[in-house]
Structures are given as C-alpha cells and as structure tokens.
C-alpha cells in the first residue's frame, strides 16, 4: 500500500504495533544485560567470601587463639569501634 493512500487511524495502529515490537526488542535486551550483572554479583560475593575465609584463616593461625577466642574478643571490642570503623 503505497504511503500516501493510508488513513490517520492506519498509521497510529502501525506505529502503536512498531512501538510494542520495539519494547519487546529492548525489554528482550535490558533482561538479558540484568542477568549478566546478576551472574557477575553473585561471582563477585563468592570470590570475597573465599577472601574472607581466606583472611580469616590466616588471621586465627597468625595469633594462635582459639576460633572461639577470637570471636569473644571481636564481640567484646565491637562497642569500642569508632562510627568510622563501622563505616566500613
């Protein structure tokens, strides 16, 4: 149909359905992007947890306590951190 010869009403329905193909392209692709930086998050979050238990270990056997020990003195000294320290 060539260009001229279509009605008002005919070109708002086609822009109208050239607008929903277009979401669905773009929700189609900002979805896909949202689950790569999901996958990346949760990577991220398991790598710093081996850090930490890494950190962890490492500390414990550097200052031969007890885990336990370790842990109290954490708990007793934590209301002796200063807002910056919590800040962290």
């Known amino acids: 149909m060539p260009e001229k010869s279509k009605s008002g009403l005919e070109k708002i329905v086609l822009a109208g359905i050239g607008a929903l193909a277009t979401t669905a392209e773009k929700s189609a692709e900002m979805l896909d992007e949202l689950v790569k930086r999901g996958e990346l998050t949760i990577e991220q979050g398991k790598t710093r947890n081996e850090e930490l238990k890494h950190t962890v270990k490492t500390t414990l056997s550097e ?26």
């Open 63 to 88: 200052t031969g306590k007890p885990a336990d020990d370790a842990v109290s003195d954490v708990i007793n000294n934590f209301d002796k951190l200063t807002s910056d320290e919590l800040a962290i």
